[in-house]
């Protein structure tokens, strides 16, 4: 496909909503699984992100191993520290999202921290993710107030921009990243970083709830999460639930076939009970 | 936060410049292209928290004279403005004043924005503050102003340089804080920054950030230079009453730019005086061992500022090297940036032999023993006062360099040795220097 075509889609599908939209008719939240990219090499991000759709992922985050990644916890520093080690370049996540996009209906997007999104350009960067077949990008450390390029990128391609948004988000914040947000927006469940966590905050429910009432459709909550009865809490208020460190030690300790395992475990807790698909206000 | 930066700030600002405007005071969030606030939606509030907390304070009668206290009672300021007349003798007769920064209470000007910041924590009713370190001079800089303020303190300091730099844990340990080593990433200033980073998000309802230098997310910039901007302005007052006119150059050593941008911001709005940054320049740029940030970095975003950044072809940081762990940093303050840019300030990188060669001059000519980052900028003034002779001979001796001695050199001694060879082979300072030499 050409940026022309993908130009010309521009604005009138995003594949994250399309997602979670598939997921919430059939009465469920979607289930979003994060793997850095070349951890623990690029065929194994593809192969383990085959495998994340094939048992239950709606949405794949594939994370840009970066030597700086300050809202990471200890488990995934490791594996893109690994990654960047073994000689991971950036250009190579392009190669993973295609690899999965090709074999799997589920929407790909990248996770990023902004540096080497500028450092290739902004544009350039956001060409070739399209053309890959990639969904968006997850930024967590750009906020809307340092986004105009790739407010501009982003519509100019047709993908989807995902913020986050905080517990120590203000109301006006809130708001302002709500309206920036496309596809979804990321609700950080907790103040802190990724990594596995024995109780989900209560903190993370009361976001939700403030980013519906600032008007955004599709919310997923991310931060913490590692078992399916974690899945089911979030999944009774929120239209989606993104697990990360659990997936990634799980690919370290057992492989493929671990990430598959727990990937269908976690799915088990997506339902949710009638009536709050509607609450949420399709 | 302000308007976006526009692509042609840099030029239209250098021509108000020219045209009498102003370089002083400049408010952040955007110098030019550069600054802002990259970072987790997390820290937003808090950096906005702390934003309002400094513009009310800046402005409290009440807590200039909190300041203006502690630099005379505690820091002990005004810091002496010396003439270095054996010194000058090497850098073509030109004469050489130090702003003694070296004095102060510590040992370096890092107190300055060490008071100030805790004393903003208190206003924002945290108890407990952050900082990150590399050799641990802002590090202990930070435990003594907790300790002076009763606030618990936490500091991040690499694995290996919390190895390196062992006394310098000590003291932050006798000081009443807890040093945590860092061993994720590289092990170095940047990753302790990390860290520091990970924390305050998890901790930020009770925690301030005590930010070392003048780099980081808005407000850090303009809030630490505003805490230095007092050696500038001593600086300036001083040469006048001495010497009855400016300067015609200003030195100072680069790493974040604290020091820096603290002296020279008392000069900006002078078009006779010359500013210059030194930046280390570890083995030699051409080595790829270096910390010269502007001089051979490119635009990007760390730590929550767009600012020049060594990174590789991926974005991704480079490591620093330098002899002075307090130069040894990838990036550098966005208003550095802004004013390479425009032009008002020029940015050279000194290789570690220079520093070194410097920093030996200073100890024998003058009786200071210098600490190895003010080494740079004694490094480059030689430079420019060699160059200012070589244009015009005649009038060398009438000219005048200030060069910012930020700190003072014990610290340094064990790295020293071992660079001049002064150790017995078997005594144990010189096993700690060969460890300080790796720096």
Redesign the interface.
């Known amino acids: 496909m050409s940026s022309a075509d993908i130009a010309s889609q521009a604005g009138t599908t995003s594949k994250s909503a399309a997602a979670i939209d598939r997921a919430r008719s059939q009465g469920r939240s979607a289930l979003i699984g994060y793997l850095p990219a070349g951890y623990p090499s690029v065929p194994e991000t593809i192969a383990a992100g085959i495998a994340l759709a094939e048992n239950g992922a709606d949405l794949i985050e594939i994370g840009i191993p970066?030597?700086?990644?300050?809202?990471d916890?200890?488990v995934i520093?490791t594996a893109t520290?690994e990654a960047?080690a073994k000689g991971f370049?950036?250009s190579q996540v392009f190669d993973v999202v295609a690899g999965i996009t090709s074999k799997t209906d589920a929407a790909v997007l990248v996770m990023t921290y902004?540096?080497?999104?500028?450092?290739?350009g902004v544009d350039e960067f956001s060409r070739r993710l399209a053309e890959a077949g990639g969904a968006g990008l997850i930024t967590?450390?750009?906020?809307p107030?340092?986004a105009?390029e790739w407010m501009a990128a982003s519509d100019k391609y047709g993908l989807d921009r995902v913020?986050?948004?905080?517990?120590?988000?203000?109301p006006e914040?809130m708001q302002r990243?709500v309206d920036a947000s496309r596809g979804f927006v990321y609700a950080?469940s907790i103040?802190?970083?990724t990594g596995a966590r024995t109780s989900v905050s209560s903190a993370a429910k009361d976001v939700v709830a403030a980013a519906h009432g600032a008007g955004a459709e599709r919310v997923c909550v991310g931060l913490g999460v590692s078992t399916a009865d974690q899945v089911r809490e979030i999944a009774a208020y929120a239209e989606g639930v993104i697990v990360g460190t659990a997936l990634v030690a799980a690919l370290r300790d057992g492989g493929v076939d671990a990430v598959g395992a727990l990937t269908k475990d976690l799915s088990t807790g997506l339902a949710r009970e009638s009536g709050l698909a509607q609450e949420a206000g399709a | 936060m302000a308007q976006a930066p526009s692509g042609n700030a840099d030029n239209t600002t250098a021509e108000a410049f020219l045209q009498g405007g102003s370089l002083r005071h400049a408010p952040g969030p955007y110098f030019g292209n550069y600054g802002g606030r990259w970072m987790p939606e997390s820290l937003i509030a808090a950096l906005d928290e702390l934003e309002e907390t400094f513009n009310k304070a800046k402005d409290d009668p009440d807590f200039r004279a909190q300041i203006a206290d502690l630099n005379k009672n505690y820091s002990g300021r005004p810091s002496l403005l010396t003439e270095a007349k054996r010194f000058s003798q090497h850098a073509g007769g030109v004469r050489v004043f130090l702003k003694r920064e070296d004095l102060n209470h510590t040992g370096s000007h890092k107190i300055n924005n060490v008071l100030g910041q805790a004393l903003l924590a208190k206003r924002m009713g945290k108890t407990r503050i952050i900082a990150e370190t590399g050799a641990g001079q802002h590090g202990v800089a930070s435990a003594t102003a907790a300790a002076l303020m009763g606030l618990e303190c936490v500091v991040y300091m690499g694995a290996e340089d919390c190895r390196r730099q062992a006394l310098n844990v000590a003291r932050m340990e006798l000081l009443g804080a807890k040093v945590i080593p860092v061993t994720s990433g590289s092990q170095t200033l940047k990753d302790a920054i990390n860290d520091a980073l990970r924390d305050w998000v998890a901790n930020v309802s009770t925690t301030h950030y005590l930010l070392g230098t003048a780099a980081g997310a808005h407000p850090f910039p303009a809030m630490v230079r505003y805490f230095h901007e007092v050696i500038g302005e001593e600086a300036r007052a001083q040469i006048l009453e001495q010497e009855g006119r400016l300067p015609d150059a200003v030195c100072a050593c680069i790493g974040g730019g604290s020091n820096a941008i603290g002296i020279f911001h008392g000069f900006l709005d002078d078009p006779s005086v010359k500013i210059y940054g030194f930046e280390a320049g570890g083995d030699g740029v051409e080595t790829g061992r270096h910390a010269a940030t502007i001089t051979l970095g490119k635009p990007g975003v760390l730590h929550g500022a767009r600012s020049y950044l060594m990174q590789d072809d991926d974005g991704q940081t480079i490591e620093s090297h330098s002899i002075s762990a307090g130069l040894d940093y990838p990036g550098v303050g966005p208003e550095h940036s802004y004013l390479a840019d425009i032009g008002r300030v020029s940015y050279e990188p000194i290789t570690d032999g220079e520093a070194m060669d410097a920093f030996r001059l200073l100890c024998r000519t003058e009786g200071i023993i210098p600490a190895i980052e003010s080494s740079h900028a004694l490094a480059g003034a030689i430079k420019v006062g060699q160059r200012m002779a070589a244009e015009d001979p005649a009038s060398a001796g009438g000219k005048i360099i200030i060069v910012n001695l930020s700190g003072r050199g014990d610290k340094d001694v064990a790295t020293a040795a071992e660079w001049f060879d002064l150790l017995d082979k078997n005594s144990a300072e010189s096993e700690i220097g060969k460890e300080g030499e790796q720096l």
């Open positions: 970066y030597s700086d990644p300050v809202m916890g200890q520093q520290t960047l370049h950036v902004w540096n080497p999104v500028v450092r290739m967590p450390d750009l906020i107030d340092e105009a913020f986050l948004v905080a517990p120590s988000s203000t914040r990243t950080v103040m802190g970083v």
